[in-house]
């Protein structure tokens, strides 16, 4: 392996020379991945990943989670051998240059309507030649270290993934000319909000959305690309969805609901034994 396809210190991040996380899901093999919400510290990196998790995500749409506390977390992961990304809000480029600049590896760009949209994503994350990312010397990516500015770039490119996720009809009808984007290395979709968009909210076995799963993963099968059902918990359902194809990406929880469920689980625990 040359040393354009290493990153010193980080040598198992890149496999044939790009992300981990695309080599294992092109191989089928599972990518376990944790959504963050309620963690202020490293601490959830650290269970995570003594728990098996490749990935851990930080929702920044849906929490008060402050830009330097989740580029912390990110920071850490990747000390910890695991692919941090994270879910920008209102795909606001400035805070997606500041997490990536601080640790993130990745991006989830929220409700991606049209190439145009992906493609404007696709700029804010790669470093140029391939987007217009701000130059910056010192990125936890590279333990810190100045790189030659070429090898930089390039190695910056590869290690960063780019998620768009569709939420609504206008994006499924637009799903294969999104795929098509240069630079996209993944198309999810988000079932709540989708359901919500056709009025079914949570209906997933509805066939407007399996229509809509399946128009996905034929449009980025066409382009060598991995089409990600997000946001079904119905594990049975999401096997189906893996065996027509999907990419084979599991969110095992997010923490607030995980510490949710497991209170609850505890007062149930004390209601039964207090008779």
């Not at 496999?15 to 490293?42: C, F, K, M, S, Y």
């Not at 990747?78 to 990304?85: A, F, I, K, N």
């Not at 209906?203 to 991995?226: M, N, P, Q, T």
Request: charged share 25%; glycine share 10%; with cysteine.
């Amino acid at each position: 392996m040359s040393t354009a396809e290493v990153i010193p210190g980080r040598e198992w991040l890149l496999v044939n020379g790009r992300n981990v996380i695309l080599d294992r899901l092109d191989r089928r093999q599972p990518v376990l991945t944790v959504g963050v919400r309620a963690a202020r510290t490293v601490d959830i990196a650290k269970t995570a990943q003594l728990t098996g998790h490749h990935m851990l995500w930080i929702d920044l749409e849906h929490s008060t989670i402050p830009i330097d506390t989740a580029a912390q977390i990110c920071s850490a992961c990747l000390d910890l051998g695991m692919v941090p990304y994270f879910r920008p809000p209102e795909r606001d480029y400035g805070v997606i240059g500041r997490m990536l600049d601080g640790g993130a590896l990745g991006v989830m760009a929220a409700r991606v309507e049209t190439p145009e949209e992906a493609a404007e994503i696709v700029a804010a994350c790669r470093f140029p030649p391939h987007g217009r990312r701000s130059q910056i010397v010192g990125l936890p990516l590279f333990n810190m270290r100045r790189m030659p500015a070429a090898q930089h770039n390039d190695l910056a490119n590869r290690a960063t993934l780019v998620k768009v996720l569709i939420e609504t009809e206008r994006g499924i009808r637009n799903v294969e000319r999104i795929a098509a984007v240069p630079g996209v290395d993944l198309v999810g979709i988000g079932s709540n909000d989708f359901t919500a968009e056709l009025g079914i909210l949570g209906d997933y076995r509805h066939e407007k959305v399996r229509a809509a799963y399946l128009s996905g993963i034929a449009a980025c099968k066409k382009h060598g690309k991995h089409f990600i059902v997000g946001g079904v918990a119905d594990l049975k359902y999401q096997r189906e969805m893996w065996d027509a194809g999907a990419g084979l990406m599991i969110q095992s929880a997010i923490d607030s609901e995980l510490m949710r469920d497991a209170l609850q689980d505890k007062v149930s625990a004390i209601a039964a034994a207090l008779g």
